[in-house]
């Protein structure tokens, strides 16, 4: 099983925004990604729209569906009534919900699921009635308890958080330990019956680590370390590398 490439356009977006200005085009780089054989796209709209904005969501899922309708969209978000509401009009393939606080910089952490299992129960049933596929954030280290709530709310998948992972990069044994544990949730996860995806501070370094740690990984989405490959590759031989580096022939 080769995990597939979802890149995540929110740092494209945040440099477009620096300006008032309509570039960098996020749909233009989007189609760039899709065009070097990337899966689909990844957005998180925040409240504030500090990277992608709302309005930026029928014009990807327009590119997915005129050009690429092979491709998957996700949509990242905490899952307030707007929140949902977005997705269920924009209709993505999966919606991946992580804890924010809307003053976080970024998704830090995975969800109690016990403490918020009604919010995740309820936003569950709203998105599996458009049949969308449903992850949700988890720690890298999550219980027994936490997957067995994360599967009860009714989630396809969990997304693990690698951000530990990730700022391993100067430590190798502690990166090959925290793989071995996140190989190990992943594998209690799958008994459970979740698909599993993985996202944060990954790179073409760190991926096949973790991808042989696990082997069943589905999805792995991307967007900062890909960005900044980008800038020095760019944008398609940044997705072909990161596609080559999950396992895929390139």
């Known amino acids: ?23 960098p085009n996020v749909r233009h780089f989007g189609r760039i990604a899709l065009e070097a054989g990337a899966h689909g796209l990844t957005v998180h709209p925040r409240p504030d729209q500090r990277h992608i904005r709302f309005s930026d969501l029928p014009v990807l899922r327009a590119l997915i569906d005129d050009e690429f309708p092979q491709a998957e969209f996700n949509i990242e978000g905490y899952p307030s009534d707007f929140f949902i509401g977005l997705c269920l009009e924009t209709e993505p393939e999966q919606v991946t919900l992580v804890p924010d606080d809307p003053a976080q910089a970024t998704s830090d952490h995975g969800w109690k699921f016990a403490a918020h299992r ?6 569950v049933d709203k998105l599996r009635k458009k049949n969308i596929r449903v992850s949700m954030f988890a720690d890298g280290d999550a219980t027994d308890a936490e997957l067995e709530d994360a599967r009860a709310s009714g989630a396809d998948r969990i997304e ?36 599993v995806n993985a996202g944060h501070d990954l790179t073409v370094a760190n991926l096949p680590p973790l991808v042989a740690a696990i082997p069943d990984l589905a999805e792995v989405s991307i ?28």
């Not at 090959?176 to 190989?183: E, F, I, N, P, V």
């Open 160 to 195: 693990l958080y690698t951000g530990p992972y990730g700022a391993c990069f100067d430590d190798p044994d502690r990166e090959a330990a925290l793989a071995k544990q996140l190989g190990d949730t992943a594998r209690r996860a799958r008994e459970r019956g979740l698909g």
């Open 1 to 23: 099983m080769v995990a597939k490439l979802s890149v995540n356009l929110n740092a494209i977006a945040q440099l477009r925004n620096r300006r008032d200005l309509p570039w």
């Open 223 to 250: 967007g900062h370390g890909l960005t900044a490959d980008a800038l020095e590759y760019g944008m398609a031989e940044s997705v072909r590398r990161f596609r080559h580096a999950c396992g895929e022939p390139v």
């Open 118 to 123: 009604d919010l995740l129960k309820k936003s």
